[in-house]
């Protein structure tokens, strides 16, 4: 059985100040990682996404994500982050070879002015 | 290009009531979903269509009907409303059930009284 965890129901950061959200996964094989973010009263927007290859990938807004295959982690990081990412965020898990996407709780990011 | 469609938007139900939430998706892919968002529970599966013609259950299945009436389309029927269905349903849709990135509607924020 494939889950996810994010450990941290809000995180709260200052405008200009690095973001970091985190997300460890259960998958038994290698694993597709995804980021979702979601503005209020909207739908999910995709962020970006693990495949295979380099660790870091960067995706939409000047997000990153940083997969670690040791310590099962995916954390999502903005450098700078903006009052304008203040949004629920989802990380999701996927085996390759099924169709079911896992998500995570979600994390509530508050950017204070 | 609107992507994935949803109506209605707001609904309320008495125990007991039936209803239908409508999907539609005009950017040709084969595989749709439905998920229901639940605070403090991220996005569970009800049920998905790999391809026309064909649908499988979810996580959370009781209580749901689903028809992939054409490629375009996958509605969602609750058949006897309860109030544990009280809750914010997705439509999401993908190229394939193996495809990368889920693309999801704006959802239909449903209550049951």
């Known amino acids: 059985a494939q889950s996810v965890a994010q450990p941290e129901d809000q995180v709260n950061v200052a405008e200009g100040n690095p973001l970091t959200v985190k997300c460890t996964y259960s998958?038994?094989?290698?694993?597709?990682l995804f980021w979702y973010v979601q503005y209020p009263n909207r739908g999910l927007q995709f962020l970006l996404k693990?495949?295979?290859?380099?660790?870091l990938v960067k995706g939409s807004y000047g997000f990153e994500a940083e997969f670690n295959k040791s310590q099962t982690s995916f954390h999502l990081k903005k450098p700078s982050a903006l009052v304008s990412d203040s949004a629920l965020y989802f990380c999701?898990?996927?085996?390759?070879?099924?169709?079911?996407?896992?998500f995570g709780a979600g994390t509530t990011v508050t950017v204070r002015a | 290009n609107a992507g994935v469609t949803q109506t209605p938007k707001f609904q309320v139900l008495k125990t007991g009531q039936s209803m239908t939430l409508q999907c539609a998706q005009d950017?040709?892919?084969?595989?749709m979903y439905w998920y229901r968002q639940d605070p403090g529970m991220g996005l569970r599966l009800i049920y998905y269509?790999?391809?026309?013609?064909?649908?499988d259950k979810g996580e959370v299945p009781n209580g749901y009907n689903v028809s992939r009436l054409n490629k375009r389309e996958f509605s969602l029927r609750l058949e006897s409303a309860a109030p544990s269905q009280t809750s914010v349903y997705f439509c999401?849709?993908?190229?394939?059930?193996?495809?990368?990135?889920?693309?999801f509607g704006p959802g239909t924020r449903l209550t049951v009284t």
């Open positions: 999701a898990v996927r085996d390759p070879n099924d169709y079911k996407l896992s």
């Open positions: 693990y495949i295979t290859g380099d660790n």
């Open positions: 998958v038994s094989g290698n694993p597709y």
């Open positions: 950017m040709n892919h084969n595989s």
């Open positions: 999401a849709s993908s190229e394939g059930p193996l495809s990368y990135e889920q693309y």
């Open positions: 269509s790999a391809s026309e013609g064909t649908t």
